[in-house]
Nanobody, 115 residues
Framework: QVWLVESGGGLVQPGGSLKLSCAASDSIFSFNAMGWYRQAPGKQRELVARITTGGSTNYADSVKGRFTISRDNTKNTLYLQMNSLKPEDTAVYYC?????????WGQGTQVTVSS
């Protein structure tokens, strides 16, 4: 059974930074891709950033230039470095992993950007 555990969320002021982590039960190379999604109250879950096994990345337009997705293969961990945070970045952030037709999700971590 695959598990994903996010950490690193919290309360930060506008303009601040946070780094989210997602620890995986399996080697991250066992997945076709991994990513970060977020869901704000009353809104649909949306893709924030995604990285494939080959290292290709893509980002939502709203976070380009501010967020960076990365991984540490030795720790089976995915990261999301978030800089220049804005109030509209407030959401629950979820880690996601894709393997064949299967999708796996973490439990989410809350990020709140507020003064």
């Amino acid at each position: 059974q695959v598990w994903l555990v996010e950490s690193g969320g919290g309360l930060v002021q506008p303009g601040g930074s946070l780094k989210l982590s997602c620890a995986a039960s399996d080697s991250i190379f066992s997945f076709n891709a991994m990513g970060w999604y977020r869901q704000a109250p009353g809104k649909q879950r949306e893709l924030v950033a995604r990285i494939t096994t080959g290292g290709s990345t893509n980002y939502a337009d709203s976070v380009k230039g501010r967020f960076t997705i990365s991984r540490d293969n030795t720790k089976n961990t995915l990261y999301l470095q978030m800089n220049s945070l804005k109030p509209e970045d407030t959401a629950v952030y979820y880690c996601n992993a894709e393997r064949g037709p299967g999708l796996f999700w973490g439990q989410g971590t809350q990020v709140t950007v507020s003064s």
